[in-house]
C-alpha cells in the first residue's frame, strides 16, 4: 500500500514534524524542576517519527533520524553510561551525579551530569521504540 | 576407528602434556603428609565459599587422578596419533583433570557441587568425542541424563544439609553432632547424597550407562571410566561414612546395593565378548564391592576400601590401555579372535600379564595384598552369609576376567592373520600400561611405600583405627591361613569359570527373557516416554495462538493467587472518601472504553476502545497529582494506538474476531475480579510513606531538582532506569530481526 498523498498533511507534517522534537527537547530540560523528562521526551519524538513515517513513508522517517535507530539507541545508553563516570572517577559510587554552576553574568547556568543521563535516555527509547515501530508503519 | 583422514601436524606441547600431572604428582609425593585447606569468601550472603581442604582421603585420590593421569596423557597422542582431534581432547583431559582435582579436595559442599557437575559436563564430551557416530552421541547423552539427574538429587541433598546444619563443611562431617544427624531433614539429604552417588558410580538401577561410555576413546575409558571419575561417587560415600557409620539404614542400603551391583554386573560380564565392554562391567562390579565395603562396619573396611580403590585403578586402567591397543594395533576388541597375540604385541602382553595378576589378586601382586584386607573386612563383619558368598563368586568372574584379558588374548596358538596385520607397538602406546602393572607389583612387593597414605586415608573414615603403622603393619600382615584358604577358592573357582567361559557365554546368552529388564532396554523406553510426555504437555499449552498463551497465563495467575486471597489482611474495603470528580470522569471513561472493547466485533474499533482505556487512566492519573505518569500514559497510549492501527491494517487479516466462548469469559472475569479484590486490600492497608517522605524531602536539597518524580528516575534510582533502558534497546534488537518478516508478502498468517 503506497502512503496516501495529501499536499496539506505533507506541508503540515514536515513543519510539525521539527515542532514535535522542538517539544521534546524542551519537555527534557525541564523535566527536573516540572513535569517532563527523558522518556517522555522520548515518547513525543516517537511519535513525530511516526506521524513522518505515516505521510512520507518509513524509510523517509528513518532517513530523517539523526543517526540510524539501533545506532541512535546504542549512542543513547552509552551517553546514560558515561554519565555515570564522573562521579565514579570522583570517588563516589557509579551513577553519582555532579553538579556545577556556571556564572553568566546577572543568572546563572546549572549544569549536571544528570542532563547528560536524561538526554541518554531519551535517545535510547527513541531509537529503539523507532526501530519497532517504524518496521510496523513499513508499508510491503 | 579413531582415525580420521584430515591429518594435521601436531602441536608440540602436545606431546608434553603428560609432564603437568607427572610434576603435581611428584609435588603431592614430595610435599609429605600435611593436612591443608584454604578458603577464599565467594558469595558470602548465602555462606558459600571456595573452601577446600586436602586431607588423607584427598590425598589418595589426588595421587590416582594425578598419576594415572600422567600416564593417560602419555598415551593419549600415541593413541590419536595424527588426527587433527588430539588437541581438543587433551584440552577436555586437563580441564577433566582440573574438575577432579577440585571436585576430591573442595570442603565447601556447593564448591564440590560445581566441581562434580563439571566433571559430569566434561564425562558427556569426552563420551561423545567422536560425535560423528551417532552411537557416541547415544552414550554420550546417556551418560549426560544418569549423573546429571543424580547431580541434580546431589544438589537437593546438600541444600537440605546446609538447611539442616547451615555452614557444614566435608571436614566437619567426622565430628558431627548426634543431634544433627537424628535430624530427618539431614537424614533426607543425606539419602538424596546418597542417590548422586550412585549414579555417579554406577550402581543399579543406574549400572547402564557405563558400558555404554565405551564408545569414548581408549584413554578416556582408562581415565574416566576406570580409575577416577566413576570413583568419585564412593569417595562421597566414603566422606560421610563415619558420621553416618552407625546409622542402621546406611550400612544395610549399602550393603545391599554394592552387593547386588557386584553379583548383577558379574553376571552381565558373561554376555559380552569385546573386552572393553567387559572390562567396564568389571568396573561396576568393582564399585559395588567398594560401595559394600564402606557400609560394612568396622575399621578393617575402610582400610579395605582405600586399598581397593589403589588397586583397582593400578590394574584396571592398565587393562583398559591393553584394550586399546589391541583395538588401535590389531584392530578388533572380540575375544573371539583374539588369541595369541603375544607374539605380536609383546610388550603390551607383559603389562596385560602384570596387571591381570593384580586384578586375580595372585601373590607379589598389589591387588594381593588388596583382596587379603578386604576378606578380613568381611570376616570380621560377620555380615550375612550372602554377603560372602556374593564376594566370593564376585571374585572369582574378576579372576576369570583377569585370564581372559591375559592368557586367551595373548597366549595359546595365534590368529595368524590379526598377528601378521598388527601393526608395531609404539613408545606412547606400551609405556603407560607396563609402568602402572609395574607398580602395582612394585606396591605388593614393598607395601609399606603406600601404607601411611592408605592408613590416613582409612583414618578420615574410622578416626579412632586401632591400628597404626607403628605397632600393626596392617598390611604386611597380608596372608593368614583363613584368608589364604578364601583365595585359594576364589582363584579355583576363577579357573573354572575361566575354562567354561564360553559355555556360560552361551547358557547366559540363551537368557533372553532377561533383555526386557535390562538397562539397554529400559534407558531408550524411559527416554521415548520422556519425549511423547514433553510433546503432549508442549502441544497442550503452547498450540502458537496467542489468545490461548495469554488464557493459559491469566488462568494460571488466578489459581496462583487464590491461597493468597483466601487470607488477604487487612479485608479489603472500598474507600468512598477517595472518590472525587476528576477521578470518577476518569473512571467512567476507563469503563467505557473497557465495554465497548468487548462489545465491539471489529478489530480496529476493539483496538481504539482499549485506546480509550489508556485515556481514561491518563485522567485518573492526572487527578491523582500525578501529571507525569498521566502525561506519559497519554503520549504512550496515542503512540501504540496509531502504529498498531496501521501495522494490523497492513500486515493482518482483519477478520472479524469470533464471539468468545464460555471459557473466555470465565477466565477475564476470573482475572478481573482478583485484581479489583487485590487493589482494594492493597488500599485498605495503611500506607508506609517513609520511602515517599525521604524522596519528597530530599529531592530539591540533594538532587537540585523540583519534580520529584523525574529526581527518581535519573538521579536516586538511575542505576535501575540505566536498567530498564538496557531493556528496551535489548528488546528493540530482538524485535529487529523478526520484523525483517513483515517486508514480505504473506509472512503473517497465523
Redesign the interface.
Known amino acids: 500500500?503506497k502512503p496516501m498523498r495529501s499536499v496539506i498533511l505533507e506541508q503540515a507534517i514536515a513543519a510539525l514534524y521539527w515542532l514535535m522534537l522542538l517539544a521534546a527537547l524542551w519537555v527534557l530540560l525541564r523535566?527536573?524542576?516540572?513535569?517532563?523528562?527523558?522518556?517522555?521526551g522520548a515518547?513525543?519524538a516517537?511519535?513525530a517519527s511516526?506521524a513522518y513515517a505515516?505521510v512520507f513513508g518509513a524509510e523517509a522517517a528513518r532517513r530523517r533520524l539523526p543517526l540510524p535507530?539501533?545506532t541512535l539507541?546504542?549512542l543513547?545508553?552509552g551517553l546514560?553510561?558515561a554519565s555515570?563516570l564522573p562521579g565514579l572517577l570522583a570517588g563516589a559510587p557509579?551513577?553519582t551525579?555532579l553538579?556545577a554552576e556556571v556564572p553568566l553574568g546577572v543568572a546563572s547556568l546549572?549544569l549536571?551530569t544528570?542532563m547528560l543521563?536524561?538526554l541518554?535516555?531519551l535517545l535510547?527509547?527513541w531509537?529503539?521504540?523507532s526501530?519497532?515501530?517504524l518496521?510496523?508503519?513499513?508499508?510491503? | 576407528m579413531i582415525h580420521s583422514d584430515n591429518a594435521a601436524p601436531t602441536p608440540q606441547w602436545i606431546g608434553l602434556t603428560w609432564l603437568l600431572p607427572l610434576g603435581l604428582f611428584v609435588l603431592l609425593v614430595l610435599s609429605g603428609q600435611p593436612t591443608l585447606g584454604f578458603s577464599l569468601e565467594w558469595v558470602p550472603s548465602l555462606g558459600v565459599s571456595l573452601a577446600f581442604h586436602m586431607d588423607g582421603l584427598s590425598r589418595l585420590f589426588l595421587a590416582l587422578i594425578l598419576g594415572i593421569g600422567a600416564m593417560v596423557f602419555l598415551y593419549a597422542p600415541g593413541y590419536l596419533h595424527g588426527d587433527a582431534r588430539l588437541p581438543r581432547l587433551m584440552v577436555l583431559l586437563i580441564c577433566f583433570m582440573f574438575a577432579m582435582i577440585g571436585a576430591v579436595t573442595a570442603d565447601d559442599l556447593v564448591t564440590l557441587f560445581l566441581f562434580w557437575e563439571a566433571t559430569s559436563v566434561l564425562s558427556f564430551m569426552l563420551v561423545g568425542f567422536d560425535n560423528e557416530r551417532e552411537d557416541s552421541r547415544d552414550a554420550a547423552r546417556q551418560a549426560m541424563l544418569v549423573t546429571g539427574g543424580g547431580g541434580l538429587a546431589l544438589l537437593g541433598g546438600l541444600l537440605l544439609i546446609l538447611h539442616a546444619a547451615p555452614g557444614l563443611r566435608l571436614s566437619d562431617l567426622p565430628r558431627l553432632d548426634p543431634a544433627l544427624i537424628a535430624d530427618p531433614v539431614f537424614s533426607a539429604g543425606v539419602m538424596l547424597v546418597m542417590l548422586g552417588a550412585i549414579t555417579k558410580s554406577a550402581q543399579v538401577p543406574f549400572h547402564g550407562w557405563l558400558p555404554g561410555a565405551m564408545a569414548a576413546p581408549t584413554p578416556v575409558s582408562a581415565y574416566l571410566h576406570s580409575a577416577t571419575m566413576v570413583k568419585l561417587g564412593v569417595y562421597l560415600l566414603a566422606r560421610f561414612d563415619e558420621a553416618m557409620g552407625a546409622t542402621p539404614w546406611w550400612e544395610w542400603s549399602l550393603v545391599t546395593l554394592g552387593s547386588i551391583t557386584a553379583l548383577w554386573a558379574a553376571v552381565l560380564i558373561l554376555r559380552e565378548r569385546d573386552l572393553k565392554r567387559i572390562l567396564a562391567w568389571s568396573t561396576v562390579s568393582g564399585l559395588g564391592t567398594l560401595t559394600l565395603l564402606i557400609g560394612l562396619p568396622n575399621e578393617w573396611s575402610a582400610l579395605a576400601f582405600n586399598s581397593f580403590v589403589l588397586a583397582h585403578a593400578c590394574y584396571k586402567a592398565p587393562l583398559f590401555f591393553v584394550a586399546g591397543n589391541l583395538d588401535h594395533l590389531a584392530g578388533t576388541r572380540s575375544i573371539d579372535n583374539l588369541r595369541g597375540m603375544g607374539r605380536a604385541l609383546p610388550v603390551t602382553a607383559a603389562a596385560a600379564v602384570l596387571a591381570g595378576l593384580s586384578m586375580a589378586g595372585l601373590p607379589s601382586s598389589f591387588g594381593f595384598i588388596a583382596k587379603d584386607v578386604i576378606l578380613t573386612a568381611k570376616e570380621l563383619a560377620d555380615s550375612l552369609w550372602l554377603v560372602g558368598a556374593t564376594s566370593l563368586l564376585v571374585s572369582a568372574i574378576g579372576v576369570a576376567v583377569a585370564a581372559v584379558a591375559t592368557i586367551r588374548v595373548f597366549f595359546g596358538r595365534p590368529n595368524d592373520a590379526l598377528c601378521r596385520d598388527a601393526h608395531k607397538e609404539g613408545l606412547r602406546l606400551v609405556a603407560p600400561p607396563l609402568v602402572i602393572a609395574l607398580a602395582a607389583v612394585a606396591l605388593g612387593l614393598f607395601p609399606q611405600l603406600v601404607e601411611t597414605m592408605l592408613l590416613d586415608a582409612a583414618r578420615m573414615m574410622s578416626p579412632d583405627i586401632v591400628f597404626s603403622n607403628a605397632d600393626v603393619p596392617a598390611l604386611r600382615e597380608a596372608a593368614d591361613l583363613s584368608t589364604l584358604g578364601s583365595m585359594g577358592l576364589i582363584v579355583a573357582l576363577g579357573a573354572l569359570a575361566y575354562l567354561g567361559w564360553d559355555r556360560l557365554h552361551q547358557g547366559l546368552a540363551r537368557l533372553t527373557f532377561l533383555d526386557p529388564y535390562g538397562p539397554a532396554s529400559i534407558y531408550p523406553r524411559a527416554l521415548a516416554a520422556l519425549k511423547r510426555g514433553a510433546g503432549s504437555v508442549t502441544r497442550a499449552l503452547q498450540d502458537g495462538v496467542i489468545g490461548h498463551y495469554l488464557m493459559i497465563t491469566l488462568a494460571a495467575t488466578c489459581l496462583l493467587m487464590l491461597p493468597l486471597l483466601a487470607r488477604l489482611e487487612p479485608a479489603p474495603s472500598l474507600r468512598l472518601d477517595a472518590l472525587e470528580a476528576g477521578r470518577i470522569v476518569g473512571a467512567v471513561v476507563v469503563l467505557t472504553g473497557a465495554l465497548l472493547a468487548v462489545l465491539a466485533s471489529d478489530i480496529l474499533a476493539r483496538l481504539l476502545a482499549a485506546g480509550v482505556v489508556g485515556i481514561g487512566s491518563a485522567l485518573v492519573f492526572l487527578f491523582s497529582g500525578a501529571?507525569?505518569l498521566a502525561?506519559?500514559q497519554l503520549?504512550?497510549e496515542?503512540?501504540f494506538v496509531?502504529?498498531?492501527a496501521?501495522?494490523l491494517r497492513?500486515?493482518a487479516a482483519l477478520d472479524p474476531a469470533p464471539a468468545p466462548g464460555p471459557w473466555r469469559i470465565t477466565i477475564a472475569v476470573g482475572f478481573g475480579l482478583m485484581l479489583g479484590v487485590l487493589l482494594l486490600a492493597l488500599q485498605a492497608a495503611p500506607m508506609d510513606s517513609s520511602l515517599g517522605d525521604f524522596f519528597l524531602a530530599a529531592s530539591l536539597p540533594e538532587?537540585?531538582?523540583?519534580?520529584v518524580?523525574?529526581?527518581i528516575?535519573?538521579?536516586f534510582r538511575?542505576?535501575d532506569?540505566?536498567g530498564e533502558?538496557?531493556v528496551?534497546?535489548l528488546?528493540?534488537?530482538a524485535?529487529?530481526p523478526l520484523?525483517?518478516a513483515?517486508?514480505?508478502?504473506g509472512a503473517i498468517r497465523r
Do not use: Y
Open positions: 500500500m523535566g527536573h524542576n516540572q513535569p517532563g523528562g527523558g522518556f517522555i515518547m513525543l516517537v511519535a511516526c505515516l535507530p539501533i539507541a546504542g543513547g545508553l546514560a553510561t555515570g557509579f551513577l551525579h553538579w546549572k549536571s544528570v543521563f536524561d541518554g535516555v535510547c527509547v531509537g529503539s521504540l526501530a519497532f515501530c518496521r510496523l508503519l513499513e508499508a510491503r | 501529571p507525569d502525561f506519559t503520549a504512550v496515542t503512540v496509531v502504529v498498531a496501521v501495522a497492513r500486515h538532587a537540585h531538582g523540583s519534580n518524580v523525574n529526581v528516575i535519573v538521579d538511575s542505576l532506569t540505566l533502558i538496557t528496551v534497546l528488546t528493540a534488537l524485535a529487529w520484523t525483517r513483515l517486508r514480505h508478502k
